[in-house]
């Protein structure tokens, strides 16, 4: 028996006020994105929280049109994953929560999602302000115009003061010219 642990005294640990002492609190465990089933967001982030985890699934409103009525859908704004904070080492009560199907990562190695990231989205949802979804884009690669008098105009994105220009090249000659879009004419090419 370790000699530390034989010291203790059982009555004084029985007395002793832990009341001081905490868990670590959830604000330091860092962000994971959870892949869940299609459409079980809601489900898996309400069994989340029932046990105990700090979950974020960002939804945002939209209203559709049927033949007799309009209904007013709260849908996730990345459909099929979730993000919540959690004890890598300590995940299985997230796999087994039902719906789930995976925690984001490469291999064996689960990625972290950047605190700074999911604070940039919630900001903008407790801000009111209207956020769809939109495709991943980065400067540098290559977009098609899908809407407007450029359509079917495909060239290479870049991004100048917040202000999103298409570059369109001629090869053989080696030269650019640039124009300004608007983001949401915009649709990456795969």
Request: net charge neutral; aromatic share 8%.
């Amino acid at each position: 028996m370790d000699p530390a642990i034989s010291q203790l005294d059982p009555a004084a640990v029985a007395e002793a006020d832990f009341s001081s002492v905490t868990p670590a609190p959830d604000a330091l465990l860092p962000w994971y994105a959870v892949r869940v089933r299609s459409n079980f967001e809601k489900k898996v982030a309400a069994s989340l929280h029932a046990r105990g985890f700090e979950e974020f699934t960002p939804l945002y409103h939209q209203s559709n049109k049927w033949s007799d009525r309009v209904a007013n859908l709260e849908i996730p704004l990345f459909p099929g994953y979730l993000f919540c904070r959690l004890d890598i080492s300590k995940r299985l009560p997230v796999l087994a929560a039902p719906g789930v199907v995976s925690i984001v990562g490469f291999g064996p190695q689960f990625i972290t999602v950047p605190d700074s990231e999911i604070e940039s989205i919630r900001s903008a949802l407790d801000s009111g302000a209207l956020l769809l979804p939109h495709p991943y884009l980065r400067a540098g690669q290559r977009i098609r115009i899908a809407k407007g008098a450029m359509t079917g105009v495909e060239g290479i994105l870049l991004n100048v003061r917040d202000d999103y220009r298409l570059v369109l090249s001629i090869n053989i000659l080696m030269r650019s010219v640039s124009v300004q879009i608007d983001r949401d004419w915009i649709t990456p090419i795969s």
